[in-house]
């Protein structure tokens, strides 16, 4: 792969590790963040940043996602924070793309290459968590801490004023009443639209004890997607069923790590996947946790109980949901098929069938949460 071509396929990288985050960088952004990069110091971070910067964020609240999603995706290094804001962003200037000597932009500055410092975290998002070293998984930790889950959206019954849409009757008689009878603008309104709930299943047993810090981790930035309006409800699953959504409520994923340790009594037992679904369902499901929610199971699907149980469980499981997904991240595994006795009962209840072992297919399942990607 020749240098532009790895420069590109980093910063695409970066581009999705951002939409993960919930920065809305669409096609047309993508494309300006490209050209910003091209036309300015594809070797300097700090071109790099500002780039991005000035073309993917689409606002105020995105601001602070990108500046973590960047530290945490180019890693550390001598540009900091601190260093890129007191640094005024670079006048885009039309510049001739050619091949670097030494190190050197063709402005004769140097600097680290973007894909030199960003090929790193991009390997790293496709790399299964069981096997990476303790530095590796703090990387992992914090491009899992820059995420953001989002449900898929429903209409509501409720109506907002809009520029389309059915005549507002109410409105658009107060508005005439205003003006004194006079002729005014016609009111409309439509039907509001607002994230679907979450319900995030995390499989604590021993099997899963390799990707559970990830999964956990997964679905405390899930939690805090609560302020963009999406309410997530996480519980850990393996021998008991516990409710973990107030412990993820800390800020910092350290310590909500730490607050949901103490709180499972169950680490790395067995699984009884039958009782503690058909448990999730009588004290909270059927009355309203799960209608119309998106549902996500995050478990290898080894069934010490009766997988009969788990496979009636899905059925009523999938009555009462919007839509199920599971995401299993033996998946991955070269030669895998669901042949395990749980896992065999619940797919034919199961609307999306997903990986779940590294940060790139966490990132396709937030996709497959949302409904940009059906699976």
Known sequence: MSAVLAA?????????????????????????FLRSVDVLRPRMRADVYWAGRLTLCGGHDDLERYERVFAAYFGSGPLTVETVRATPPPRLRLVVRDAHVGGRSADGRQGPPAATLA??????????????????REQVRRLLAAFALRGQTRRTARRRPARRGEVDPHRTVRELLRRGGEPARLRRHARAERPRRVVLLVDVSGSMAPYADALLRFAHAAAHAAARGTRTEVFTIGTRL???????SHRDPDLAMTAV??????????????????????????????????????????ERGDPELLADQ???????????????????????????AGMAAALPSVD???????????????????GADDA
């Open 314 to 340: 899905m059925r009523r499981l999938h009555r009462l949901a919007h839509r199920v997904i599971w995401a299993n991240p033996r998946k991955a595994r070269p030669g895998y098929a669901p042949l395990a």
């Open 352 to 370: 999306a069938f997903v990986e779940g072992h590294s940060v790139a297919a966490l990132e396709r399942l937030a996709a497959v949460v949302k």
């Open 8 to 32: 590109d396929a980093a910063l695409l990288g970066f581009a999705r590790a951002l939409r993960a985050a919930g920065v809305d960088a669409s096609t047309e952004r993508l494309h300006a």
């Open 261 to 302: 340790a103490a709180a499972v009594p169950d680490w790395r037992g067995g699984t009884r996947l039958g009782e503690l679904l058909r448990e999730f369902l009588n004290r909270w499901g059927q009355r309203g946790l799960a209608r119309g929610a998106v549902v996500v199971l995050l478990s290898d699907g080894w």
């Open 119 to 136: 090929s790193p975290a991009e390997v790293l998002r496709h790399r299964d968590v069981a096997e990476l070293d303790a530095a590796e």
């Open 242 to 248: 516990t409710q973990v959504t107030r412990e993820l």
